[in-house]
């Protein structure tokens, strides 16, 4: 069980329904895929404020992909049903990433309107990374290293 500040939990609850929001303003079915990853992320031994911040961790890591994935979920040993959640959350960033850049710039740019991945929805994710690279170092500074004692 992570240990997550009081803070840190309201901060990641908002942040996720900015996400949820701007996920549902690109499409409606969006938040749906979303929250079934999520629910099959917390059936897993986690606490549910980190099965929030996995979930981001991997729709960020799809949005970001451009054909490599030096680590992903495949790569980790995870329980069954956290692993196929947060893969299915990859695919939900794949599936958005394209949304999420910029469009296209002249002509045919002007004319042919797209949606587009709000900017809030891309701050929401890159803060609940933030929030949970924050809460893992914070982790890791509570362990005592090989051989050495802490006084």
């Known amino acids: 069980m992570s ?3 009081p803070a840190e939990r309201i901060e990641v609850d908002r942040q ?4 949820v929001k701007a996920l549902h303003e690109l499409d409606p079915a969006h938040p749906r895929h979303l929250r079934e990853a999520l629910a099959r992320a917390e059936q897993a031994p986690t606490d549910p404020t980190l099965a929030r911040v996995l979930v981001a961790r991997e729709v960020l890591r799809g949005v970001a992909w451009e054909g490599r994935s030096p680590l992903t979920v495949r790569d980790m040993t995870l329980p069954g049903e956290l692993a196929s959640a947060l893969s299915d959350a990859e695919k939900l960033g794949r599936a958005i990433g394209r949304f999420a850049y910029p469009p296209r710039r002249g002509l045919l740019g002007m004319i042919l309107k797209r949606k587009s991945f709000s900017q809030a929805g891309k701050e929401a994710l890159m803060h609940c990374r933030a929030i949970g690279a924050a809460h893992e170092r914070r982790q890791s500074a509570r362990r ?3 051989g050495l004692r802490q006084a």
């Open 144 to 146: 005592p290293g090989r």
């Open 3 to 5: 240990n997550f500040t």
């Open 16 to 19: 996720y329904r900015i996400l």
